[in-house]
Protein backbone atom coordinates (compact mmCIF):
# COMPACT_ATOMS: atom_id res chain seq x y z
CA UNK A 1 0.00 0.00 0.00
CA UNK A 2 3.02 2.23 0.51
CA UNK A 3 3.54 2.54 -3.33
CA UNK A 4 0.58 4.95 -3.78
CA UNK A 5 0.32 7.38 -0.71
CA UNK A 6 -2.46 10.24 -0.31
CA UNK A 7 -2.81 12.68 2.09
CA UNK A 8 -4.86 14.16 4.45
CA UNK A 9 -6.27 11.05 5.15
CA UNK A 10 -9.22 12.67 7.03
CA UNK A 11 -10.63 16.46 6.13
CA UNK A 12 -13.17 17.96 7.10
CA UNK A 13 -14.64 20.76 5.54
CA UNK A 14 -17.53 23.90 4.98
CA UNK A 15 -19.08 24.50 2.02
CA UNK A 16 -17.24 27.45 0.91
CA UNK A 17 -14.04 26.49 1.70
CA UNK A 18 -11.00 25.63 -0.74
CA UNK A 19 -8.93 22.34 -0.37
CA UNK A 20 -6.65 19.83 -2.02
CA UNK A 21 -6.02 16.41 -1.89
CA UNK A 22 -2.75 14.90 -2.73
CA UNK A 23 -1.73 11.34 -4.01
CA UNK A 24 2.07 10.09 -4.88
CA UNK A 25 2.94 7.16 -6.62
CA UNK A 26 6.46 5.43 -6.43
CA UNK A 27 5.84 2.97 -8.38
CA UNK A 28 6.91 4.60 -11.79
CA UNK A 29 3.27 4.63 -13.77
CA UNK A 30 2.17 6.38 -16.16
CA UNK A 31 -1.37 6.54 -15.37
CA UNK A 32 -3.42 8.20 -12.44
CA UNK A 33 -7.30 7.94 -11.37
CA UNK A 34 -9.16 9.47 -9.20
CA UNK A 35 -12.21 7.55 -7.73
CA UNK A 36 -14.99 8.48 -5.30
CA UNK A 37 -16.62 5.94 -2.76
CA UNK A 38 -20.04 6.41 -1.21
CA UNK A 39 -21.50 4.07 0.98
CA UNK A 40 -24.42 2.29 -0.52
CA UNK A 41 -23.06 3.00 -4.06
CA UNK A 42 -20.38 1.84 -6.91
CA UNK A 43 -16.83 2.94 -7.03
CA UNK A 44 -17.18 5.48 -9.12
CA UNK A 45 -14.01 6.70 -11.64
CA UNK A 46 -13.67 10.74 -11.82
CA UNK A 47 -10.42 11.56 -13.81
CA UNK A 48 -7.94 9.31 -15.61
CA UNK A 49 -4.98 11.07 -16.65
CA UNK A 50 -2.27 9.17 -19.03
CA UNK A 51 1.12 10.43 -19.52
CA UNK A 52 0.06 13.51 -17.67
CA UNK A 53 -3.03 14.57 -20.23
CA UNK A 54 -6.47 13.98 -19.21
CA UNK A 55 -8.17 11.32 -20.94
CA UNK A 56 -11.08 10.79 -19.12
CA UNK A 57 -13.98 12.96 -16.84
CA UNK A 58 -16.75 11.65 -16.19
CA UNK A 59 -19.37 14.36 -15.74
CA UNK A 60 -18.31 15.67 -12.79
CA UNK A 61 -19.34 18.86 -11.58
CA UNK A 62 -16.36 21.27 -11.82
CA UNK A 63 -16.41 21.89 -8.48
CA UNK A 64 -13.85 19.11 -8.29
CA UNK A 65 -10.67 20.31 -9.93
CA UNK A 66 -8.04 17.50 -11.16
CA UNK A 67 -4.20 18.49 -11.64
CA UNK A 68 -1.08 16.15 -12.60
CA UNK A 69 1.64 17.88 -12.71
CA UNK A 70 4.07 14.91 -13.77
CA UNK A 71 3.17 10.86 -14.04
CA UNK A 72 4.00 10.53 -10.14
CA UNK A 73 1.72 13.35 -8.36
CA UNK A 74 -2.21 13.86 -8.20
CA UNK A 75 -4.34 17.00 -6.98
CA UNK A 76 -7.94 17.34 -6.03
CA UNK A 77 -9.09 20.98 -6.06
CA UNK A 78 -12.05 21.19 -4.10
CA UNK A 79 -14.18 24.25 -3.99
CA UNK A 80 -17.57 25.59 -2.63
CA UNK A 81 -18.57 21.48 -1.95
CA UNK A 82 -21.96 20.23 -1.01
CA UNK A 83 -22.47 18.21 1.56
CA UNK A 84 -23.45 15.02 -0.92
CA UNK A 85 -19.90 15.28 -1.69
CA UNK A 86 -18.56 13.47 1.37
CA UNK A 87 -17.23 10.59 0.63
CA UNK A 88 -13.77 8.29 0.23
CA UNK A 89 -12.02 9.74 -2.61
CA UNK A 90 -9.44 6.72 -3.26
CA UNK A 91 -6.42 7.66 -5.75
CA UNK A 92 -5.12 4.55 -8.20
CA UNK A 93 -2.09 4.16 -10.77
CA UNK A 94 -1.20 1.53 -13.67
CA UNK A 95 1.09 1.54 -16.46
CA UNK A 96 0.34 3.05 -19.89
CA UNK A 97 -0.01 1.98 -22.75
CA UNK A 98 -0.25 -1.18 -24.87
CA UNK A 99 0.05 -3.37 -21.72
CA UNK A 100 -2.73 -1.38 -20.22
CA UNK A 101 -5.48 -4.03 -20.66
CA UNK A 102 -3.77 -6.64 -18.25
CA UNK A 103 -2.45 -4.64 -15.45
CA UNK A 104 -4.28 -3.87 -12.10
CA UNK A 105 -4.49 -0.45 -11.14
CA UNK A 106 -2.82 0.20 -7.59
CA UNK A 107 -4.85 2.20 -5.17
CA UNK A 108 -3.93 4.62 -2.16
CA UNK A 109 -5.42 4.22 1.31
CA UNK A 110 -7.73 7.20 0.42
CA UNK A 111 -9.08 10.72 2.21
CA UNK A 112 -11.84 10.56 3.84
CA UNK A 113 -13.70 13.77 2.94
CA UNK A 114 -16.79 15.35 5.31
CA UNK A 115 -18.23 18.85 4.08
CA UNK A 116 -20.57 20.20 6.53
CA UNK B 1 -20.60 -1.81 -22.43
CA UNK B 2 -18.62 -4.17 -19.83
CA UNK B 3 -19.86 -4.81 -16.74
CA UNK B 4 -19.54 -7.26 -13.30
CA UNK B 5 -22.60 -8.00 -11.20
CA UNK B 6 -21.92 -9.15 -7.47
CA UNK B 7 -25.40 -10.82 -6.46
CA UNK B 8 -24.60 -11.30 -2.73
CA UNK B 9 -24.39 -7.70 -0.83
CA UNK B 10 -22.97 -9.95 2.10
CA UNK B 11 -21.57 -13.40 2.39
CA UNK B 12 -21.62 -15.44 5.82
CA UNK B 13 -19.26 -17.73 6.46
CA UNK B 14 -17.77 -19.47 9.63
CA UNK B 15 -13.68 -19.48 10.34
CA UNK B 16 -12.20 -22.86 8.51
CA UNK B 17 -15.13 -23.45 6.20
CA UNK B 18 -14.49 -23.21 2.01
CA UNK B 19 -15.56 -19.67 1.01
CA UNK B 20 -17.68 -17.97 -2.15
CA UNK B 21 -17.94 -14.55 -3.49
CA UNK B 22 -20.01 -14.48 -7.04
CA UNK B 23 -19.33 -12.29 -9.76
CA UNK B 24 -20.96 -12.30 -13.17
CA UNK B 25 -19.69 -10.69 -15.96
CA UNK B 26 -20.79 -9.11 -19.14
CA UNK B 27 -18.32 -8.25 -22.04
CA UNK B 28 -17.72 -7.51 -25.78
CA UNK B 29 -14.37 -9.39 -26.50
CA UNK B 30 -11.83 -11.32 -24.14
CA UNK B 31 -12.94 -10.14 -20.74
CA UNK B 32 -10.04 -9.24 -18.33
CA UNK B 33 -11.15 -9.61 -14.50
CA UNK B 34 -10.01 -8.53 -11.41
CA UNK B 35 -10.62 -8.86 -7.58
CA UNK B 36 -9.94 -6.61 -5.54
CA UNK B 37 -10.37 -6.46 -0.95
CA UNK B 38 -10.82 -3.41 0.88
CA UNK B 39 -10.30 -3.73 4.57
CA UNK B 40 -11.97 -0.56 6.59
CA UNK B 41 -10.57 2.48 6.22
CA UNK B 42 -8.05 1.36 3.61
CA UNK B 43 -7.60 1.47 0.07
CA UNK B 44 -8.31 -1.10 -2.69
CA UNK B 45 -5.44 -4.27 -2.79
CA UNK B 46 -5.07 -6.49 -5.48
CA UNK B 47 -5.92 -9.67 -5.17
CA UNK B 48 -5.88 -11.82 -8.20
CA UNK B 49 -6.31 -11.21 -12.07
CA UNK B 50 -8.06 -13.61 -15.10
CA UNK B 51 -6.21 -12.36 -18.63
CA UNK B 52 -5.37 -15.13 -20.31
CA UNK B 53 -5.03 -19.27 -20.13
CA UNK B 54 -5.77 -21.62 -16.80
CA UNK B 55 -9.45 -20.99 -15.53
CA UNK B 56 -8.59 -21.35 -12.28
CA UNK B 57 -6.29 -18.10 -10.89
CA UNK B 58 -4.56 -18.36 -7.74
CA UNK B 59 -3.71 -15.02 -6.05
CA UNK B 60 -2.69 -13.23 -2.97
CA UNK B 61 -3.76 -14.56 0.80
CA UNK B 62 -4.82 -18.40 -0.36
CA UNK B 63 -7.70 -16.50 -2.61
CA UNK B 64 -8.49 -18.35 -5.96
CA UNK B 65 -11.32 -17.43 -8.62
CA UNK B 66 -12.56 -19.68 -11.55
CA UNK B 67 -13.02 -18.41 -14.67
CA UNK B 68 -16.24 -19.77 -16.44
CA UNK B 69 -16.88 -18.68 -20.15
CA UNK B 70 -19.99 -20.33 -20.14
CA UNK B 71 -21.46 -19.33 -17.74
CA UNK B 72 -19.62 -15.57 -17.58
CA UNK B 73 -18.59 -16.15 -14.19
CA UNK B 74 -15.52 -15.39 -11.83
CA UNK B 75 -16.17 -16.37 -8.40
CA UNK B 76 -13.72 -15.78 -5.79
CA UNK B 77 -13.17 -18.84 -3.29
CA UNK B 78 -11.04 -19.39 -0.35
CA UNK B 79 -10.67 -23.25 0.77
CA UNK B 80 -10.23 -22.34 4.08
CA UNK B 81 -11.88 -19.02 5.68
CA UNK B 82 -10.15 -16.96 8.67
CA UNK B 83 -11.61 -14.26 10.53
CA UNK B 84 -9.28 -11.45 9.20
CA UNK B 85 -10.64 -12.44 5.82
CA UNK B 86 -13.92 -9.96 6.73
CA UNK B 87 -13.62 -7.48 4.71
CA UNK B 88 -15.15 -5.60 1.48
CA UNK B 89 -14.35 -7.83 -1.80
CA UNK B 90 -15.13 -6.11 -5.10
CA UNK B 91 -14.78 -7.81 -8.97
CA UNK B 92 -13.80 -5.56 -11.93
CA UNK B 93 -13.74 -6.00 -15.58
CA UNK B 94 -11.54 -3.57 -17.91
CA UNK B 95 -13.41 -1.60 -20.12
CA UNK B 96 -12.53 -1.55 -23.54
CA UNK B 97 -11.75 1.74 -23.18
CA UNK B 98 -8.47 0.14 -21.74
CA UNK B 99 -7.43 2.85 -19.55
CA UNK B 100 -11.19 2.03 -16.97
CA UNK B 101 -11.66 -0.44 -14.69
CA UNK B 102 -15.70 -0.83 -14.23
CA UNK B 103 -16.07 -2.34 -10.73
CA UNK B 104 -18.89 -4.06 -9.12
CA UNK B 105 -20.95 -3.21 -6.30
CA UNK B 106 -18.73 -4.80 -3.15
CA UNK B 107 -19.48 -7.96 -1.61
CA UNK B 108 -19.08 -7.81 2.01
CA UNK B 109 -17.61 -10.88 3.79
CA UNK B 110 -18.09 -11.92 7.12
CA UNK B 111 -16.01 -14.77 8.84
CA UNK B 112 -17.17 -15.52 11.57
CA UNK B 113 -14.59 -17.35 14.75
Known amino acids: ETGVTQTPRHLVMGMTNKKSLKCEQH?????MYWYKQSAKKPLELMFVYSLEERVENNSVPSRFSPECPNSSHLFLHLHTLQPEDSALYLC???????????????FGPGTRLTVT | AQSVAQPEDQVNVAEGNPLTVKCTYSVSGNPYLFWYVQYPNRGLQFLLKYITGDNLVKGSYGFEAEFNKSQTSFHLKKPSALVSDSALYFCAVRDTGFQKLVFGTGTRLLVSP
Open chain 1, 27 to 31: LGHNA
Open chain 1, 92 to 106: ASSPSGASVPRTEQY
